[in-house]
């Protein structure tokens, strides 16, 4: 079952807020915003690129004079797209691909699944905006979230450190036998044998990941372009009798429901 983002992080009093700031307190939109979202330091580096870029999506969303259900909507996928790309050190192709599936799910009417709340033509130029703008600078954005690792070397001359005396050694009745001797050794030849085995199936896995990728490349590289556009094409044209067919049936199901509810309505009035 799809998570729904609408009012998730905006509801429409505070978007009307952000719209219309009051004079007397001072407020930018942008200040609004990052206290909407709970951003308690906005002059923190990371915090204020994350505020750019909600910013600049209420913008777009305001130029495709979206509503306020889709303009909170929109606010919250980016959020979200965004949160998981720089926490989970996302590959550019998977964070688009998680992007245009949550948009997905939020523009196709399928109850509990997906909500019909963006039309096709809204779906596509949210798409192309991302790929323009938060996509462009991915790489960007990633290496501003990326967390810095300091090492710090400290030099001390060799006269300076202090020998500490050998331990003493422990009595001989502590000592193990040959047969437990010979059972730990073992038992660390087995788990040696086992770090072994799985850092051998990891890099198969690896090697095999990296092959599967270079090809996907090289498969990708060798389709021309209009077989692309055709592609592309044809799968927007099946989203839309899909779309088209889910709401026939929808309204379908509506009216056999609203059909027995009178029915039973009728039967109880005699």
Known sequence: MAKNLVWADLTEEQLGAIRNPHPKKGLTPRDLLA???????????????????????LQFGQELNLADDKLSALLSIIKKIHRKSTEDRMAVDRSFALLKDVMLQHSVQRP?????????????????????????????????????VVVTVEQKHPLDIIELPPLPLQPMNDAMTEEQHRAAQSEEEKKAEEARQAAEEAAAAAAEE??????????????????????????EREVALLKASMEEQFQRQTGELQAKVAALEAAKAQ
Request: charged fraction near 25%; proline fraction near 5%.
């Open 35 to 57: 206290k909407f979202l709970g951003i308690t330091d906005p002059q923190a580096p990371q915090n204020a690129i994350s505020l750019d870029l909600y910013v600049h999506t």
């Open 210 to 235: 990296e092959r599967l990728a270079r090809l996907r490349a090289e498969y990708e590289a060798a389709v021309p372009d209009e077989i692309r556009e055709r592609v592309a094409a044809a799968v």
């Open 112 to 148: 509990p699944y997906s909500i019909g709340l963006f039309t096709l033509q809204e779906y596509k130029k949210v798409l192309e905006w991302a790929l323009d703008t938060y996509y462009r600078h991915y790489k960007l954005y990633q290496y501003c979230f990326t967390d810095r």
